[in-house]
Each structure stands twice: as C-alpha cells, then as structure tokens.
C-alpha cells in the first residue's frame, strides 16, 4: 500500500528517518481504532509516545516509537526486526481474532501515513467451515527519494506465518529497506496513492454533480418565474384596488397587519439564527481554504484543528446575530440570550461526546480523548469562544434598534382559516427539505465515503459549488413555499420557515442511514457509536444552518412584498 501525503522535509545522505507506531483496527471501521501495541507485535519494555498536535489527537492518532531503523538512501538487507518473540496463548489469540476482523495497521514515515494488513485467512474446508489464519512476517519498504526528499513509500507485506488457535506461538518479524531514485518533482509526492484514493471515478462524480446542477438550476428558475410573476399581478392588484374591494378579497394582504405578530420562544429562534449564521460562516471559510489550497487535508488532524480554533474564533458571529434578533423581538433577559447562543450547539455536543467517548474509553479505542485534551479544548472554548459570545452579544444589543415592521400589528391575533393537512408545517418542511437535498446527494454520498472510508476529501471546490448552489435552492424554496402559505392566510411563518431549510438536516440523516446499511461494511458498538454522535451533530449543524437560510429568505421576501403595498 502507497502512503498518504502529509509533507517533505530534506534528508542527508545516511540521516535516520523516524518510523512510528500509530493505531490498529477493522478495515471496514475507520473509528475504531486501537493502540498498536496492543497487540504482541515487538512490543518494547518502555512505550515512548511522540508529542501530537490537538488534531491529531482528535483524530485518534497515538504514535509511539518503533524497532524500525530506516536511514535515508541506504538501502538495508532482510533483518530481524526484534528477535524471536515468544507470543503465549492468550496474545495469540488477539492476534488471530484481529486477523479475522481484517484488522489493518498503520505507520507514520517521514510524515507519510503507511497501512497494511497483519494477516490473512484462508478458507480450508467450507462445511464444517474451517479456515486457517495467517501473520506477516516481513515489511518490505519500497522508498522513493528525489535527491533530499521523500517523495513516495511503498509497503509490502508478504512471507506469511501460521497461526494456530490455542496454541502459544515463535515469532520473528523482519523487514527490508528498499531505496528507489526520481528526478519526478516533491510536487507529485505521493501522487500514485492520490491517483487510487480519489481521481479513479472522477469523470463519472463530475458528470454527475453537474446533472444535478443542471436539474436544480431548471427548479429555481422555474420557481422564481412562477413566483416573481405572481407577486407583481399581486402587488399591481392590491395597489389599484379600493380599500372597500380589498377588504372583500383573498390572499396574503389580508393578514398584513398579523404577518409581523412576534414568534413563541422568540429567545430559541434568535439563538438558531445566530449559531446557524455561525456554522455558515465556518463551512464558508474551511471550502475556501480548502479550494484555495491554503491548507494540506493529508496532514494530521489539521481539519480538526481548524474546526475547533474557527468554531471558537466565530463565536463573536453568533452572539452578534442572535443578540440582534433577539432585540428585534423586544427581548429583556439577554443573559439567558447569550448563553443559550453559546450552548445552542455546545451542549448537544457534550452529550454526543460523552456517550462516545465512554464507549471508546470501555473499549479502549485511541478514540477516547484524554483528559488533557478535554481539558485543551474546554480552555479554548472558555477563552475565546465564551467571551466572544458575549462581546458578539453586547456590539449586536447596541448596534440594532428596534424592529420597524412595514405593518402595524393588531392586538387581538387574527383567527386562522381552516386548512387541509396537506398545508401542515410537515407537509411544506418535506418540500422544502427535498429539493436542496437532490442538488447534494451526489456530493453527499462522495463526502460520506471519505468520512466513513480511507480516502482523504481534496475536492473543496466541488463543496463549495454544491455548496452554494445549495444556499440558491433553499433560499427559493423557502420563499415559494412562504408565498404559499400566506396566500392560504396562514400568517405563523416564523417557525416554519426555520424548517422549510432545517428539513434538509432530517434527508441527511436518513441518507446517513441508507448509507450505513447499503454502502459500508461498518459494524460493531464502538463504530456504530461513533457514526451515530457524527451523524446527529452534522444533521443538527445543517439544520441550523439551512433553517437560517430559509429564514432569512421568506423575512426579506415578506418585508418586500408588504412594503410595497399601499397601508392601510
């Protein structure tokens, strides 16, 4: 297997290159994942851990010191890696049962992820079924070098030993150095593992991404002609007609002066909005980042570092935003407003990673973050992401007046007419879901195999095209589907136009589903937990963020129509 890039550094001749140990686990189970001295393999007396960065830790990463004596351009002849080890039952056992569960491990070189397989199993006898139960015992390097520099490792894997169940086991585990020379530049680092892990069906995601473009481009202009069309007879209707006929008719003038009414719990709306426009802003800044190549997606845990220091570092967005919705609504208790705002998404998240952490901590997967890190990443939040919440919420109570609604709003609310459950927020949240979710399901199924799968996700400006797009067609569907609704005199659009967009979140969780049983191999409580909690708190960061959208949307489309129309 090729590694995976993660950057050069310069070598002189006969300059040891440090190899480390990192995590072993199921190859179908990209979460689970355990220390690789876990398993009996030339397990030294005293394990020395390498210092790692806090996305490194987050991603699972535990890289230890290994037996491995590699020197730069010297190649090295078939030799011991360790001695003879003698494994006893019980280590064997971990062994066999870790080669039936087609465990993988991996290496890091010279910064370069490197993973293979421990073993394999053959069938021996199909009823009663038997098998038998292979370990490699030699790691064959194959490095390629470009005068100073590391450009590509392969590993091999071969010279198989049997293992026997039951039965303690002599093992001696060998490997070989194998140094190539190039004159192809750093820039094609690693580019054959690249070429396998992400380009092989890119003609076909191209082709399909842009029909889905294509098809969502049809929707919104057939939307917005239906729509704009409609509301320029409307506002030309309402705009001739006298006050006695217009109180005669039908249709979304007549609930203008209910329209504006404030929302129930008009704190938890302000918070949505402000946390949404937040996670708008991060998804923004890491696709253009990404698309810019500002940022090196190989390198370890550095999207996870980003995510954090931007979630923290945006706070200041969401304190602003929610504070000015919530004056807008007249609000008084803007303490509760601030915090609410903070743990809008900061305490489901607590709870997805308590759960998921206790069952890697009980499983004793690398997935179970150590206190420290807790500790950092609590630290980070307190510092920064906390007070800019509140320096957000003071500048956005100061900076914005008073909501000025185009119409005056009545004291006693209006009595709603009759409707058909097929006008029900459910019905319309469905619609609104479903059309944003067809321009991204291509994308979505290409995301979810690099999130759950081996390979690591460059395509930013593909993301950041759906993305967009995506923005497009929620924002339309919500103002059709908000005309609609108050043309059925159905003026309660404050709520529902957070949903018409946070439906999407609902779609992605049930693809997450399908994709889960249809398109993975993925199994066993640690992995199952671990898809879950992700599954839940990006359904949830896209129901924050698209319901924003939405209601962004039908707010500007309801301010334009009633503003243009002659008051009452």
Request: overall charge neutral.
């Amino acid at each position: 297997m090729h590694a995976v890039d993660c950057g050069p550094r310069n070598y002189e001749d006969g300059a040891k290159i440090d190899v480390f140990v990192n995590k072993v686990g199921p190859y179908a189970n990209i979460h689970e994942t355990y220390h690789y001295y876990q398993l009996p393999l030339c397990r030294p007396q005293k394990i020395v851990h390498k210092s790692l960065s806090l996305g490194q830790v987050l991603d699972g990463d535990r890289m230890a010191e290994s037996a491995f004596l590699v020197k730069f351009g010297q190649s090295i002849p078939t030799q011991s890696l360790c001695g003879e080890q003698h494994i006893p039952e019980e280590e064997s056992r971990k062994l066999i049962e870790a080669i039936e569960e087609d465990y993988y491990f991996e290496l890091i070189i010279d910064d370069l992820k490197v993973r293979n397989f421990i073993g394999y199993v053959t069938e021996a006898k199909v009823f009663p079924h038997e098998h038998n139960v292979f370990i490699y015992t030699h790691f064959a390097y194959y490095i390629t070098a470009n005068k100073d520099s590391v450009l590509d490792i392969a590993l091999v894997m071969d010279s198989a030993q049997e293992l026997h169940h039951e039965q303690p086991v002599l093992l001696n585990l060998k490997y070989s150095v194998h140094w190539n020379a190039t004159e192809l530049p750093i820039s094609s680092r690693t580019k054959e593992g690249a070429v396998h892990f992400s380009n092989r069906t890119m003609r076909i995601h191209w082709l399909s991404v842009l029909n889905s473009a294509l098809l969502v481009c049809l929707l919104v202009l057939l939307v917005s002609i239906i729509i704009f069309s409609s509301v320029k007879r409307d506002l030309s209707k309402y705009n001739t007609e006298e006050d006695g006929d217009l109180l005669l008719d039908n249709g979304w003038k007549t609930i203008g002066m209910d329209v504006f009414r404030f929302p129930s719990h008009p704190m938890l709306l302000s918070a949505i909005i402000g946390v949404g426009l937040q996670f708008l802003v991060i998804g923004a800044c890491i696709l253009v980042i990404g698309s810019l190549n500002l940022m090196n997606v190989h390198r370890h845990g550095l999207l996870n570092t980003l995510s954090v220091v931007l979630y923290a570092l945006t706070s200041c967005i969401a304190g602003y935003a929610s504070s000015s919705k919530y004056r807008q609504f007249q609000g008084k208790n803007w303490i509760a407003n601030i915090n609410l705002t903070s743990f809008l998404f900061a305490g489901p998240m607590i709870f997805a990673w308590s759960i998921n952490n206790s069952v890697s901590w009980a499983y004793q997967s690398t997935q179970a973050l150590p206190w420290t890190t807790v500790l950092v990443v609590l630290g980070i939040w307190l510092v920064f992401g906390y007070p800019l919440t509140i320096i957000g919420g003071i500048l956005g109570r100061g900076l914005n007046s008073k909501y000025s609604a185009p119409c005056r709003t009545r004291t006693v609310p209006r009595q709603l007419p009759p409707l058909s459950c097929l006008y029900s927020t459910p019905v319309f949240s469905a619609i609104g879901g479903f059309l944003p979710f067809s321009a991204i399901c291509v994308e979505l199924y290409y995301i979810f195999s690099t999130m759950w799968g081996r390979e690591s996700y460059t395509l930013f400006y593909m993301v950041l095209i759906v993305f967009v797009l995506t923005i497009i067609v929620v924002a339309c569907c919500a103002v059709a589907l908000t005309y609609f609704q108050l043309n059925l005199e159905d003026y309660r659009w404050w709520w529902r136009s957070v949903f018409l967009g946070g439906s999407v979140g609902v779609f992605v969780f049930c693809y997450g589903i399908y994709f889960l049983y249809y398109r993975s191999e993925m199994k066993g409580l640690v992995q199952l937990t671990e898809f879950f909690t992700h599954l839940f708190l990006l359904c949830y960061v896209t129901f924050l963020s698209m319901g924003t959208i939405s209601h962004w949307a039908s707010h500007k489309f309801i301010v334009y129509i009633f503003s243009s129309v002659k008051s009452d």
